[in-house]
């Protein structure tokens, strides 16, 4: 009987056993397995992760586009070691020597940079005008203007060690070389600067800043960071890069990459753009001379760069086109306004 019980028992607890195993797997009617639940919870980690992500890197982009890049023009400028390879090349058309030599900072930092000078007398010092013109230009800057009167000119090569002129994909595989050349510039001048200080026949309290179409946003950069530049001029530049190279290169590329190349260029060059340290030469006198048809400065930009810059400041429109180096009377109408505005505002 005994035997019997137990045949008659085990069939029913083998069908509450699976009973009890059917209720606990998942079904639509069912409760949700521990998995099944964690799904939503991982999705939510994800997408907060992604979100947090994307804010990182906004505020990072936000960061590189808005700093003060100042300091770091300073560092990298260093101090002046060394003055060496003294040549002289020429003799300019007002009669002043034409010398060339290579500046040495203590972060490695090397310009070559030309001077055009009185001969040298003892105890007499004049004012002195460093100008940075276009890349093709360079150094060569000093030489353009036919009369500089009583200033002593410098004037340097953009730091840059690549192939002068690139086309086409070269453009991709030496970008990070240019890149670095544009932005040591603004140093490359601050040490330039500090050359004209201590030279015998300069006076420092009299060193001025030219910026020259292209040179523009290293001169307003570097005179924004070196304090004892006593004014600064900007002929025919403007501000807002994004725009100044769509508007001057717009017409050579596809409409609908002239956008992106605009964008990514001004991106690049973003601890250079000018209205950025515009503000920061006050109290010092500005001076910005325009073209009234200019092919490469929109009035837009010349706008920008003006609003940008506090008083003192002046604002000269002169009739033609854009500044060409080969263009010598443009070039010594430009030279003359600048010299008028220096002598008013007590700079020579």
Known sequence: MRERFRNTMLPAVRDWRSVSRIEKCPSGGGQDSPSSRERPTRGRRAAFLVVLGLAVVAAALWRYRTLDY?????????????????????????????????????????????????????????????????????????????????????????PYDGPPQLRGREWLRHLGDVR???????????????????????????????GVSLGVPFAVAAAATDRRLSGAAYLHGGGDIRRLYEYAYGSRTPDWLTPILSWTVSWLTAPLEPTKYAGEIAPRPTLQINATRDDFIPRACVTALYDATREPKRLLWIDGGHV?????????????????????EGLR
């Open 70 to 158: 100042r300091p770091a023009f300073s560092r990298a400028a260093g101090t002046l070691v060394a003055v060496r390879d003294s040549t002289l090349v020429g003799t300019a058309a007002d009669g002043k020597a034409l010398t060339d030599v290579t500046l040495v900072s203590a972060t490695g930092l090397e310009v070559r940079l030309r001077s055009r000078a009185f001969p040298r007398r003892d105890g007499e010092r004049h004012p002195a005008v460093l100008m940075i013109g276009g890349f093709a230009t360079g150094r060569k800057a000093a030489d353009l203007p036919h009369a500089t009167e009583n200033l002593i000119i410098a004037s340097i090569d953009y």
């Open 180 to 210: 670095r050349g544009l932005l040591r510039t603004p140093s490359a001048l601050l040490l330039a600067a500090q050359y004209l200080y201590t030279r015998e026949d300069v006076d420092p309290s009299r060193v001025s800043i030219v």
């Open 324 to 344: 060409d180096a080969s263009e010598a009377e443009i070039v010594e109408s430009l030279m003359r306004l600048t010299l008028d505005w220096m002598a008013e």
